[in-house]
């Protein structure tokens, strides 16, 4: 078991231009979570997939900030048209069943915006 | 909104001593609180967790305590050591809408002094 798998590990993009994140769930696993970790705010969650389907993208910046999952193999976090402020580790993981099961979180991708 | 709240930003213990950390939260109808850790350039992995329908649980040498009238718990690492440095992140489930949701606190940065 591989466990979560994030890719790229670090990605740098000049403001304005767009990062693509790539996050590969456990097998098995129905939920999928994404978060952003930075100093000031700490850990926030952004994103949230049971089954493939949306559930709840409550903490998701409402423009330029997008969230799929194609398929139960993989899901992807969109920026356009990035900022400074974006910079930030970007955490995904998953669980067996959602809420009330432990997450495993993958490694992070650390996003750094110039 | 829903909260939890994680009392001690940063904890400082003597090797061996014990270490406590207190988190309370909002709503009475959270059953799950998952407790994870970051070590330094790691993302978090899960340790411990309890649900409501206990008050105390045990794994070696982290307990968990869930005081639920007092919407109160708190993980108690005994016997501490240097590689228990760490920022260790409360958690708790709650249904909000239409799924359970995990609300994470800030995080307590655990120093295990020699």
């Known amino acids: 078991n591989a466990g979560v798998i994030q890719t790229p590990r670090h990605k740098v993009t000049g403001k304005g231009q767009e990062a693509t994140l790539w996050c590969e769930p456990i097998?098995?696993?129905?939920?999928v979570f994404w978060y952003r970790q930075t100093i000031v705010q700490g850990l926030e969650f952004l994103t949230y997939?049971?089954?493939?389907?949306?559930?709840?993208d409550s903490g998701m910046p409402k423009e330029r900030f997008s969230a799929q999952m194609p398929n139960q193999s993989h899901s992807t976090l969109k920026i356009q048209s990035t900022q400074p402020q974006d910079s930030a580790v970007y955490l995904c993981?998953?669980?067996?069943?959602?809420?009330?099961?432990?997450?495993?979180f993958g490694p992070g991708t650390r996003l750094t915006v110039l | 909104g829903e909260k939890v709240e994680q009392h001690e930003s940063t904890l400082s213990v003597r090797e061996g001593d014990s270490a406590v950390i207190n988190c309370t939260y909002t709503d009475t109808a959270s059953s799950y609180f998952p407790w994870y850790k970051q070590e330094a350039g790691k993302s978090l992995h899960f340790v411990i967790d309890?649900?409501?329908?206990?008050d105390r649980k045990q794994s070696q040498r982290l307990i968990v305590l869930l005081d639920k009238k007092a919407k109160r718990f708190s993980l108690h690492i005994t016997a501490t050591q240097p590689e228990d440095s760490a920022i260790y992140f409360c958690a708790a489930s709650m249904f909000l809408t239409n799924a359970y949701k995990v609300i994470f606190g800030k995080g307590t940065h655990l120093h295990v002094l020699p």
């Open positions: 997939f049971r089954n493939q389907a949306p559930i709840d």
């Open positions: 309890i649900r409501s329908n206990v």
């Open positions: 097998s098995g696993h129905s939920a």
């Open positions: 993981a998953s669980s067996f069943l959602g809420g009330l099961y432990e997450q495993y």
